[in-house]
């Protein structure tokens, strides 16, 4: 159909005056992920070290988490393992004030955040949900439920920001949580409050058994920033010092006053979901081999040693601290954990309701009673072998 | 379930088929029954296609029946079931896996917005026959967010069937039907006894009760409990203990929270007069509380004591290492039976 010039009466108004709120183009992600190792870039030795230290502990950190899984020390772990870069590198960015918002796989960002390596594992052991007082560390608890911390990274950065501190919070999810609608919402409200926050996606490849094709049409998911109003960037997540560096530049924009920014670190997972699950239903070992090659501890490590920067010695070194650390968490796993049934009751309500303090009653009435019977029980049981011992 | 009968294989088939199956093998076989027979029959949620779900509970169907009829969808609750309605308005027959009990919660808006009352709002125009299976309960050691029992915010919406399977065949046969449902079920999955196992033929599926009828595990004369899902085992096995102290119980299972069976319940208590309910979730505003009121309403002058309730704590679900404390064990059952001695009591109290 041709459409000719009206020449007649009919003159449509014209729309109301209409622009976009924002210039799209420079939230864009650039095409490829942002990676600094082997391209001859200039880069903060100290920095680099700091990293390779972390990367190593990390690395083993993971390998002694699963072991424990199979010792029936943990009732479950979601290792990390090919996603150490991420990890470390969202620990390190952060200044003491900040504040990070974990998923359930990232225990080792809070650890290699300073906390406590047993202390970080406490709710996957099992013996309480979160294991650390969160306004210590500045760690909020991991969070289960997908997508559901974001929200709340958001929240904290606002307030800080309305209290007039310059705090940052940087909050992880992964790629399969995107598809969420709380990082819809937080992402959202973080760009229209212009809120100091710092999204982190670690895309691994897959959610459980989905991959990211299932899971997504965008053409990245660092793209999904621009609608909300937000830069996004991609990066190597297995490249520590361009993770570092893009984050820095997040957060250093957030801080200054900049709003919110979505990272996208291109990763993988090595491991299996968990240790309860099996990867060979979705996945073969061709593409997690050519992962193996490229490795975040060994990409590190090597560009440091080229560049001179690494000696034997000094790999030596990072893996006896690694080791030292690996001890340290095995015998903090093996003492067992001081439970005391009572606590169920505990920090349910400020102050105990009636009802459950009348519940704690009807509980210690029956631990007594089942103290009671063991005691009976071994009275009985010594009588037996006074018996037997004296035929 | 009428085409089951006519896809019996021959006798000789049967009985070597005839094999203790695991209760979760048994919803498979619902689900790929339903699917085989109606093409409106559509499976969708996290991880269900290539990995079989987390429980395994959907291996095999995407395989079987394609990618469209079994979905892995993306990683959202809100989204897999508000698309469920809208494939429920096309036509479609959705079954949704919600893949734990506490990842159902962001659905709750399009659960209680709108399947449960579409057709109110429609006046009956847009029924919504979809199926939400949900996992639930503890007693399987998981973290954080994986124990969760969710039934009493369910049975407090209107517009919604909640039932929960406590043995093999009625997995099978509850799940059927609820697929069959032209009206929305959440169907509640016992997680800790997804690998229980019953001796029960996959090949030649017997009737099950249906849909709002409660089963009479075990008649007694004494008490009786009511009880459903994950709890149905533990108050076998109460009422097997209670024998050696002189207590004959009957264990009613419930099996259909709504619609609720007043008649076989009722008539159960007001054989027996005493009555105890037993359930994991919560007690305080759990469905323990709404059953102890209508059997009350009904049997009150049956009864020979309070109707009681042994539930869990009113505290959130406990980490693994502490939740046997936390969930209705067999001594627990014990302890409520015993207090169900009322008139002796009464008559001391009282000095008579
Ligand atoms: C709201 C919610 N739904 C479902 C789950 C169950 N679940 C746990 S992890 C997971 C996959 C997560 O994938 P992704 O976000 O990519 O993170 P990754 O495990 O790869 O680190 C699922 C479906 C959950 N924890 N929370």
Not at chain 1, 204 to 220: D, E, H, R, Y
């Amino acid at each position: 159909m041709t459409v000719t010039a009206q020449t007649g009466a009919y003159r449509p108004a014209p729309p109301p005056q209409w622009r976009p709120l924002t210039d799209a183009a420079p939230l864009l992600p650039d095409e490829h992920p942002h990676r600094v190792l082997g391209t001859g870039a200039e880069l903060d030795p100290a920095l680099m070290s700091e990293l390779y230290t972390q990367l190593v502990k990390g690395r083993r950190y993971n390998q002694q988490a699963t072991a424990l899984t199979k010792q029936g020390r943990l009732a479950v772990y979601p290792s990390s393992t090919g996603q150490e870069a991420c990890e470390v590198a969202a620990a390190l960015v952060l200044e003491e004030r900040d504040w990070l918002f974990p998923s359930y796989r990232d225990t080792l960002a809070a650890v290699a955040r300073g906390l406590d390596p047993a202390q970080a594992l406490t709710l996957l052991r099992g013996d309480w949900h979160s294991g650390y007082n969160p306004l210590e560390c500045r760690i909020a608890p991991l969070s289960t439920p997908l997508a559901t911390q974001l929200p709340h990274a958001v929240g904290l950065a606002h307030a800080a920001r309305l209290r007039g501190d310059d705090v940052v919070a940087l909050a992880l999810v992964g790629d399969g949580g995107t598809s969420e609608g709380d990082f819809h919402e937080a992402l959202n409200f973080a760009a229209v409050w212009q809120a100091p926050v710092v999204f982190l996606v670690q895309n691994n490849g897959f959610a459980i058994s989905v991959p990211l094709a299932k899971q997504t049409a965008a053409p990245t998911l660092a793209h999904k920033a621009v609608g909300y109003g937000m830069p996004g960037r991609l990066v190597d997540g297995n490249d520590a010092v361009a993770v570092h560096e893009v984050l820095a530049d997040a957060v250093d924009r957030a801080r200054r006053g900049g709003g919110p920014t979505l990272v996208e670190a291109v990763t993988y997972r090595m491991e299996a979901h968990t240790n309860a699950d099996d990867a060979t239903r979705y996945r073969g070992d061709a593409e997690v081999e050519a992962w193996r090659a490229h490795d975040p501890v060994a990409l590190l490590e090597s560009e440091l040693t080229q560049r001179g920067l690494l000696d034997e010695d000094g790999i030596a070194a990072a893996r006896e601290a690694a080791e030292r650390m690996a001890a340290d968490l095995r015998d903090g796993m093996n003492a067992e954990a001081e439970l005391d049934p009572m606590s169920l009751f505990d920090h349910v309500y400020a102050e105990q309701t009636t009802q459950l303090r009348e519940q704690a009653e009807q509980l210690r009435a029956e631990l007594a009673a089942a103290d009671e019977h063991d005691a009976h029980d071994e009275q009985a049981q010594q009588a037996q072998h006074g018996q037997e011992d004296g035929r | 379930m009428s085409t089951a009968a006519t896809r019996r294989p021959a006798d000789a088939t049967r009985a070597a088929a005839r094999k203790p199956t695991p209760l979760a093998q048994a919803l498979n076989r619902a689900m790929r029954d339903a699917m085989a027979e109606d093409p409106a029959v559509h499976v969708l949620g996290e991880d269900v296609g290539t990995l079989g779900g987390v429980f395994r509970v959907t291996d095999g169907l995407a395989k079987e029946f394609g990618d469209d009829r079994c979905t892995d969808t993306p990683l959202a609750e809100a989204g897999i079931l508000g698309a469920a309605v809208g494939m429920a308005m096309y036509g479609l027959r959705p079954v949704v896996e919600m893949q734990f009990d506490a990842f159902a919660y962001p659905a709750f808006e399009q659960l209680v917005s709108h399947v449960a009352r579409m057709r109110n709002r429609t006046r009956g125009a847009l029924p919504m026959p979809i199926t939400v299976r949900v996992p639930y309960g503890g007693g399987i050691g998981g973290v954080e967010h994986h124990s969760d029992s969710s039934e009493a915010y369910y049975i407090a919406t209107p517009g919604l069937h909640v039932v929960t399977p406590a043995t093999v065949a009625d997995a099978y046969g509850m799940l059927r039907e609820a697929i069959a449902s032209d009206d929305p079920v959440v169907f509640l999955e016992p997680k800790r006894l997804y690998w229980s196992k019953d001796d029960w033929d996959p090949q030649a599926p017997a009737a099950v009760e249906p849909i709002g009828r409660a089963a009479v595990r075990r008649t007694g004369t004494s008490a009786t409990l009511l009880t459903y899902g994950p709890s149905v085992p533990v108050c076998m096995e109460a009422a097997e203990a209670a024998t050696a102290e002189g207590w004959d119980l009957e264990v009613v299972d419930l099996r259909s929270l709504v619609p609720f069976d007043d008649e076989t319940v009722t008539a159960s208590v007001r054989r027996t007069g005493r009555a105890v309910v037993v359930h994991e979730s919560g007690g305080f505003g759990g469905p323990g509380g709404e059953i102890a009121a209508r059997v009350t309403e009904r049997c009150f002058h049956h009864l020979e004591a309070p109707v009681l309730r042994v539930a869990g704590f009113d505290i959130p679900y406990p980490p693994p290492m502490l939740e046997r404390h936390h969930l209705p064990g067999v001594d627990r059952i014990l302890d409520a039976v015993d207090r169900l001695q009322w008139e002796s009591r009464w008559t001391e109290g009282n000095g008579r």
